[in-house]
């Protein structure tokens, strides 16, 4: 990873575009998404009144649950909705994807093609070409399609869009990483110990004051970009006491923050050679003050005035959009949902942090709205997705932490649905009078009250097996003896066979295969929770049947529908293997959709009366087509 990044720092190439007058555009199609919205809560609320605008717009058109994708996760549902296809075309099949010769998780959305050619001088490491970053998701998005055809589309942070598309405007959603190459690194400094994070997201720095008070340390940057195995870049992070309040110098600020304050951006320098360097753009919150300081540093975001990975088609979008509306969160996951999950941010806290993204969105929106030059507009807001994730406790009197949730987390999630429909009124007050709007969701919720050890059922079964002496294994199969394991799980619903010829240590041929398939196929449903007797997984989908077609080594053997109240643990999402086969869920991770999908179908609204049913997902893209297509001739 150290390398990689190493590679988009010296290697990415910005490219200026070329302004030109365009004509007005009449008709537009603007889709609007609200990632996780959920059919049963927006029915609730609108019948209460609470919804206004959403209820306008359903007696306009028309709304009703939208069957999600298979899996029902955000990455494989949104490329069903860009390409109109499934996961067996698209590529897509969930967030993490195993590595066949190691079994270890990746991302799943882009993968990089280093330089082929490096020049060793003077100890460094000089590329001589270019670093590729590449989409996973294959197949042609609907906006490419109406691009190709003479149209003009503007797409805002849709899920799976990194690198972006080209095209007359798109600016990257998730898939963004951050500048150190993961999916949100924050820094955590305090005076007193921490402890270990769960999630591999926290850094956390021992600070030790002098008589004074006064702080040295440093915040960690990205890898150096010549030197792959040299420490990574830093620059400092100095404190001192203002009375009650905390002076913060880092970057290019020097401000003064009491307890519970955010700072606005602070743009951040990593010097490498010379007087080069990296930027990358910060926001810090102080947690607690003098005595005992707790600052929290968000994880380093991607400068939008000088990406150094691709953000936007055309490459100054980005920049543009910075000098337009202000500085934004660049990463694809800009919500910081692991820090509160580690306890290192407090509710009212990410409730900041949610407000500032979905402000920072909106501005996008409005701005491609108000432009009125793209034929297709496509933007996706991914709050109501985060708050239902981390705030489905308040409104779960079930959960494990229901009864310690406070009322301005229980109101959480209705606040965000209040926020979506304040949102849609500014949309349609926006629209001109022959555009048609698209609001709907990826999929729904469903609480997350028992986290299932899906390795442990398969060791239980005699499917994976543990090295000798071992009754355990850590994240990545350490303890895994793949000479003997026939079956594993990776990922939030994929399970693979060790099939011969495809896995790296590979031991089961085709025959054997179908039969352990069976064996899964109707072992699985059976589960029963140990504690509450509950079922535990509902439905297991053959990845051959699910996928037709398909001829991608990505694609999982088995595709697992869990009950509602229960998910994959995050120990099986990483190939851990614990002793437990169900745990309780103490995490606000309290709210989740990966799933049996016909649990958490998504939302549809339309402004019109569709000419051609939108059964499911993968159907916008096919309307937008043929409503571009249509209206052109």
């Given at each position: 990873?150290?390398?990689?990044?190493?590679?988009?720092?010296?290697?990415?190439?910005?490219?200026?575009?070329?302004?030109?007058?365009?004509?007005?555009?009449?008709?537009?199609?603007?889709?609007?998404?609200?990632?996780?919205?959920?059919?049963?809560l927006?029915?609730?609320?609108?019948?209460?009144?609470?919804?206004?605008?959403?209820?306008?717009?359903?007696?306009m058109?028309?709304?009703?649950?939208?069957?999600?994708?298979?899996?029902?996760?955000?990455?494989?549902?949104?490329?069903?909705?860009?390409?109109?296809?499934h996961?067996?075309?698209?590529?897509?099949?969930?967030?993490?994807?195993?590595?066949?010769?190691?079994?270890?998780?990746?991302?799943?959305?882009?993968?990089?093609?280093?330089p082929?050619?490096?020049?060793?001088l003077?100890g460094?490491?000089?590329?001589?070409?270019s670093?590729?970053?590449?989409?996973?998701?294959?197949?042609t998005?609907?906006?490419?399609?109406?691009?190709e055809?003479?149209?003009?589309?503007?797409?805002?942070?849709?899920?799976?869009?990194?690198?972006?598309?080209?095209?007359?405007?798109?600016?990257?959603?998730?898939g963004?990483?951050?500048?150190?190459g993961?999916?949100?690194?924050?820094?955590?400094?305090?005076?007193?110990?921490?402890?270990?994070?769960?999630?591999?997201?926290?850094?956390?720095?021992?600070m030790?004051?002098d008589?004074?008070?006064?702080?040295?340390?440093?915040?960690?940057?990205p890898?150096?970009?010549?030197?792959?195995?040299?420490?990574?870049?830093?620059?400092?992070?100095?404190?001192?006491?203002?009375?009650?309040?905390v002076?913060?110098?880092?970057g290019?600020?020097?401000?003064?923050?009491?307890?519970?304050?955010?700072?606005?951006?602070?743009?951040?320098s990593?010097?490498?050679?010379?007087?080069?360097?990296?930027?990358?753009?910060?926001?810090?919150?102080?947690?607690?003050?003098?005595?005992?300081?707790?600052?929290?540093?968000s994880?380093?975001?991607?400068?939008?005035?000088?990406?150094?990975?691709?953000?936007?088609?055309?490459?100054d979008?980005?920049?543009?959009?910075?000098?337009r509306?202000?500085?934004?969160?660049?990463?694809?996951?800009?919500?910081?949902?692991?820090?509160?999950n580690?306890?290192?941010?407090?509710?009212?806290?990410?409730l900041?942090?949610?407000?500032t993204?979905?402000e920072?969105?909106e501005?996008?929106?409005?701005?491609?709205?108000?432009?009125?030059?793209?034929?297709?507009?496509?933007s996706?807001?991914v709050?109501?997705?985060?708050?239902?994730?981390?705030?489905?406790?308040?409104?779960?009197?079930?959960?494990?932490?229901?009864d310690?949730?406070d009322?301005?987390?229980?109101?959480?999630?209705?606040?965000?649905?209040?926020?979506?429909?304040?949102i849609?009124?500014?949309?349609?007050?926006?629209?001109?009078?022959?555009?048609?709007?698209?609001?709907l969701?990826?999929?729904?919720?469903?609480?997350?009250?028992r986290?299932?050890n899906?390795?442990?059922?398969?060791?239980?079964?005699?499917?994976?097996?543990?090295?000798?002496?071992?009754?355990?294994?850590d994240?990545g199969?350490?303890?895994?003896?793949?000479?003997?394991?026939?079956?594993?799980?990776?990922?939030?619903?994929?399970?693979?066979?060790?099939?011969?010829?495809?896995?790296a240590?590979?031991?089961?041929?085709?025959?054997?295969?179908?039969?352990?398939?069976?064996q899964?196929?109707?072992?699985?449903?059976?589960?029963?929770?140990?504690?509450?007797?509950?079922?535990?997984?509902?439905?297991?989908?053959?990845?051959?049947?699910?996928?037709p077609?398909n001829?991608?080594d990505d694609?999982?053997?088995?595709?697992?529908?869990?009950?509602?109240?229960?998910r994959?643990?995050?120990?099986?999402?990483l190939?851990?293997?614990?002793a437990?086969?169900?745990?309780?869920n103490?995490?606000k991770w309290?709210?989740?959709?990966?799933?049996?999908?016909?649990?958490?179908p998504?939302?549809?609204?339309?402004?019109?009366?569709?000419?051609?049913?939108?059964?499911?997902?993968?159907?916008?893209?096919?309307?937008?087509?043929?409503?571009?297509t249509?209206?052109?001739?």
């Amino acid at each position: 990873m150290k390398f990689i990044t190493g590679l988009f720092l010296l290697t990415a190439l910005l490219l200026a575009s070329c302004s030109q007058e365009v004509s007005r555009v009449e008709q537009r199609l603007v889709i609007l998404g609200f990632d996780g919205m959920d059919p049963v809560l927006a029915r609730q609320w609108m019948d209460e009144g609470q919804l206004p605008n959403f209820r306008k717009l359903a007696s306009m058109g028309g709304f009703h649950s939208l069957p999600t994708s298979n899996p029902p996760q955000s990455p494989v549902a949104w490329s069903d909705f860009a390409t109109g296809t499934h996961p067996g075309e698209h590529g897509i099949y969930d967030f993490l994807r195993r590595d066949a010769e190691t079994h270890l998780p990746g991302f799943s959305i882009s993968r990089v093609v280093p330089p082929e050619v490096v020049l060793p001088l003077f100890g460094m490491e000089l590329p001589l070409d270019s670093a590729e970053i590449i989409n996973r998701r294959a197949g042609t998005p609907f906006w490419s399609a109406v691009e190709e055809r003479g149209g003009r589309s503007t797409v805002l942070r849709v899920p799976v869009s990194f690198p972006p598309d080209p095209g007359h405007r798109m600016h990257a959603g998730m898939g963004v990483p951050d500048l150190l190459g993961t999916q949100g690194t924050y820094t955590i400094y305090s005076t007193r110990p921490l402890a270990p994070s769960d999630s591999g997201s926290a850094r956390s720095v021992r600070m030790r004051p002098d008589s004074q008070g006064h702080i040295e340390t440093l915040l960690e940057g990205p890898a150096h970009p010549l030197k792959p195995d040299a420490p990574a870049l830093n620059t400092n992070l100095l404190l001192d006491p203002a009375g009650d309040k905390v002076r913060v110098r880092l970057g290019d600020a020097d401000i003064q923050l009491a307890p519970g304050d955010w700072s606005d951006w602070i743009t951040v320098s990593f010097e490498f050679f010379g007087p080069a360097s990296v930027e990358g753009i910060v926001r810090a919150h102080l947690i607690s003050a003098y005595p005992r300081v707790q600052l929290y540093v968000s994880p380093i975001q991607i400068d939008p005035r000088a990406p150094v990975v691709p953000l936007s088609s055309p490459p100054d979008y980005a920049g543009e959009m910075a000098e337009r509306i202000g500085l934004y969160h660049t990463i694809g996951m800009p919500e910081e949902t692991w820090s509160l999950n580690e306890g290192h941010m407090s509710d009212h806290a990410f409730l900041d942090v949610v407000r500032t993204t979905l402000e920072e969105q909106e501005n996008m929106f409005y701005d491609a709205l108000d432009r009125l030059d793209s034929d297709v507009i496509v933007s996706v807001f991914v709050q109501t997705d985060r708050f239902s994730h981390m705030f489905y406790r308040g409104i779960d009197p079930q959960h494990p932490l229901h009864d310690e949730t406070d009322a301005e987390a229980r109101d959480a999630i209705a606040w965000i649905y209040r926020e979506a429909d304040r949102i849609l009124g500014e949309t349609m007050g926006r629209m001109g009078s022959g555009d048609r709007l698209i609001v709907l969701s990826d999929h729904g919720f469903a609480p997350f009250r028992r986290a299932v050890n899906l390795n442990r059922w398969l060791a239980d079964q005699g499917l994976l097996v543990l090295k000798a002496g071992k009754q355990v294994s850590d994240v990545g199969f350490a303890a895994v003896d793949w000479s003997l394991t026939k079956a594993y799980a990776l990922g939030l619903n994929s399970l693979y066979i060790n099939r011969s010829g495809r896995e790296a240590h590979g031991i089961v041929d085709d025959a054997e295969a179908a039969k352990i398939k069976q064996q899964i196929m109707s072992g699985l449903p059976r589960m029963k929770d140990p504690r509450t007797g509950l079922q535990v997984i509902r439905d297991v989908f053959d990845g051959e049947i699910l996928y037709p077609g398909n001829a991608n080594d990505d694609a999982p053997d088995l595709v697992i529908g869990y009950a509602p109240g229960f998910r994959a643990s995050w120990q099986t999402t990483l190939g851990s293997v614990p002793a437990t086969l169900v745990d309780d869920n103490n995490k606000k991770w309290s709210g989740d959709h990966c799933i049996t999908p016909d649990a958490v179908p998504g939302v549809l609204f339309t402004s019109f009366k569709t000419e051609m049913p939108l059964e499911s997902i993968r159907d916008i893209a096919h309307y937008a087509e043929e409503y571009w297509t249509t209206r052109r001739d």
